[in-house]
Nanobody
């Protein structure tokens, strides 16, 4: 079964850190574009960080540059989002997304989301 399972969300104080994990089953991250998004109720989903399929430079939203780091562990088939210096405005549901190719067809896979709440 092809799926992404996120974990690691929770409640953290401003200035704190969290690491989100996104484990893939049914496919590998070797040939994928992988993105973390976030969404606040009433607002559009926002791209947070991306590892492109080409394996080139990672991309970050301006609002998280210097604070968040996206990384990938091909052995564990897991993508991470390390979040530091968290702010109240980082509060959102975070989603992992992967677009992988198989026999020249692109497949778009989403995780179920994990809640991150930054509050004192």
């Amino acid at each position: 079964q092809v799926q992404l399972v996120e974990s690691g969300g929770g409640l953290v104080q401003p200035g704190g850190s969290l690491r989100l994990s996104c484990e893939a089953t049914g496919f590998t991250f070797n040939n994928t574009s992988t993105t973390w998004y976030r969404q606040v109720p009433g607002k559009e989903r926002e791209m947070v960080a991306r590892i492109p399929r080409s394996g080139g430079s990672t991309n970050y939203a301006d609002s998280v540059k210097g604070r968040f780091t996206i990384s990938k562990d091909n052995v564990k088939n897991t993508v991470y989002l390390q979040m530091s210096s968290l702010k109240a405005e980082d509060t959102a549901v975070y989603y992992c997304n992967a677009i992988y190719w198989f026999e020249a067809i692109a497949y778009d896979v989403w995780g179920q989301g994990t809640q991150v709440t930054v509050s004192s």
